[in-house]
């Protein structure tokens, strides 16, 4: 079994646009069109089980839409994720819709909503969701393509650790894209999970077997970041990493099912 646990998909009439736009920006081309169709092709031709869909409001607005979008699309394959913006007012009555719905978490992208992840104002936000059961993933580190600064940093993402003790948390890009230094100093050993989405081709090996060696692979979830990423040779690129097939099996796949609640 695989779980990838980082994949972004849009609605049928928005995923054209939105795929060919996130690419011009960062200059990264898509490795599948964005939609749900296209996503399950993929999963099939790479023998993943089940895919994590992250999707972002950008704005206030934009909230309760993609929300009622993203419980439509679950099923045996898809394990939709809700978004909150945090300029909502009404965000109490959001994270509850989301929870009653069913959707395991929430996902924020500091950088695109424009909020430190350390923001004290934040953290009535992030209260109220773990105390709804629901896990909180960050996008962490630089975003290719938006300029600094940037809003979730490994030291950040700390405080946020420390103040919210057995929360459910996971930071993106391995605690931090081209932050990981940083997240040796700061994340290393502390109560949060971190996925390896767009990582695995920019990270030094010798980094990476580090870092989860220290961390505990226990809190390491395989991610690709699709579109962005090919789900098989993501796949293919942590077979072929120096661990013993327990760990591997652990990453790829066991670490999610337990963080997620599933069989």
């Known amino acids: 079994m695989v779980i990838d646990f980082h994949v972004h998909c849009f609605p049928d009439e928005l995923a054209e646009k939105a795929v060919l736009s996130l690419s011009e920006c960062s200059d990264i081309p898509a490795r599948v069109n964005g939609t749900i169709k296209d996503i399950k092709k993929s999963m099939k031709e790479a023998g993943v089980s089940k895919s994590v869909v992250l999707s972002i409001a950008t704005k206030p607005s934009q909230t309760k839409k993609i ?29 509850a819709a989301i929870s009653a719905t069913g959707l395991k978490g929430i996902k924020f992208h500091p950088d695109y909503q424009n909020f430190f992840v350390d923001d004290k104002e934040m953290f009535a936000i992030y209260e109220k969701a773990f105390e709804l059961g ?32 057995g929360a459910k948390i996971v930071a993106a890009h391995m605690g ?33 077997r580090r870092i989860i060696d220290n961390h505990g692979y226990e809190k390491i979830l395989f991610a690709t970041d699709s579109p962005w990423c090919d789900q098989k040779e993501e796949i293919e690129k942590i077979r072929l990493l120096n661990f013993k097939p327990e760990i591997k099996e652990a990453i790829l796949a066991g670490n999610a099912l337990k963080l997620l609640g599933l069989k």
């Open 67 to 95: 929300n009622i979008w993203s419980s439509k699309i679950a099923d045996d394959e898809i394990v939709p994720f809700g978004t909150l913006h945090p300029h909502n007012t009404d965000w109490k009555n959001e994270l």
């Open 134 to 165: 629901l896990i909180i993933v960050f996008h962490a580190g630089l975003d290719i393509g938006l300029p600094a600064p940037y809003h979730c940093t490994p030291d950040g993402l700390a405080e946020v650790v420390k103040a919210f003790p």
């Open 176 to 208: 931090g894209f081209s932050f990981w230094d940083d997240v040796e100093k700061f994340l290393v050993g502390q109560e949060i999970y971190l996925d390896t989405s767009y990582c695995l081709d920019y990270m030094k090996e010798e980094q990476l």
